[in-house]
C-alpha cells in the first residue's frame, strides 16, 4: 500500500476505501482535524437549549431560529434524547428540553451522542481493526494524544456556549526536565 501526502497538494493524500485506494476530495483551504457538520449543528441546537433552559422547544422553533432544515433538526433532536441529553414532551405543547443541567453536560457528551466515541486514530478505541497495532510505536502517545483531547471537550460545559464572552484559551504547558522547549 502505498500513501502519498505532499504537503504543498492536499488532494494527492489517498486514503484506504475498502480494497483500493481513493483520493479525498480536495476543498477549500487547509485540513484540519474537526467535527462534522451534523455535530456542529447539534451543539448549535444544545446551545440554544441552554439559552432557553427550562423551556419545552419545538423542531420548529429550533429549525426557525437556528436555520438548520427541520428534517436535520427533528434527527439530532432524537438521537440527543436517545443518548440522554434531551428528554421528549408529548402532547399539543410538546417538544424537547435539557435533561440536565447545562453546566452538566459536556462537549463530549454531544459530540459521542452524534459522533460515537472520540479517536484520534483507530487504535484509540476499543477493538480497533488497525493491521499494524501490534508493531507500532506511537501507539501508546496517540492514546496519551487521544485522552488529552477528550479531557479537553469534557472541560467545556454546554453552560459556557451561552455566555457573552468566551472563556480564555487554557493551555498547560511545561518546559522539558532538561529545559529545552518541546
Not at 501507539?139 to 471537550?153: S, Y
Amino acid at each position: 500500500m502505498v500513501l502519498e501526502f505532499n504537503l504543498l497538494h492536499w488532494s494527492s493524500f489517498w486514503v484506504r476505501n475498502r480494497t483500493r485506494l481513493v483520493p479525498i476530495p480536495e476543498r477549500d483551504g487547509p485540513r484540519m482535524l474537526r467535527i462534522s457538520k451534523l455535530t456542529d449543528y447539534a451543539i448549535v441546537l444544545m446551545s440554544r437549549m441552554a439559552a432557553h433552559e427550562g423551556e419545552t422547544l419545538t423542531a420548529t422553533s429550533l429549525a426557525d431560529a437556528t436555520r438548520i432544515g427541520r428534517a436535520t433538526v427533528t434527527k439530532l433532536l432524537k438521537m440527543l434524547a436517545a443518548h440522554g441529553l434531551l428528554q421528549s414532551v408529548q402532547g399539543r405543547r410538546g417538544g424537547y428540553s435539557l435533561a440536565r443541567s447545562p453546566s452538566e453536560i459536556a462537549m463530549t457528551d454531544i459530540i459521542e451522542a452524534v459522533e460515537g466515541p472520540i479517536a484520534m486514530t483507530e487504535c484509540t478505541l476499543h477493538g480497533s481493526d488497525c493491521g499494524i497495532e501490534d508493531m507500532c510505536n506511537t501507539r501508546d502517545h496517540w492514546q496519551h494524544i487521544n485522552r488529552a483531547v477528550h479531557t479537553a471537550l469534557a472541560g467545556v460545559k454546554l453552560d459556557a456556549l451561552t455566555e457573552a464572552e468566551p472563556p480564555p484559551a487554557v493551555v498547560n504547558w511545561r518546559p522539558r526536565a532538561d529545559g529545552a522547549p518541546r
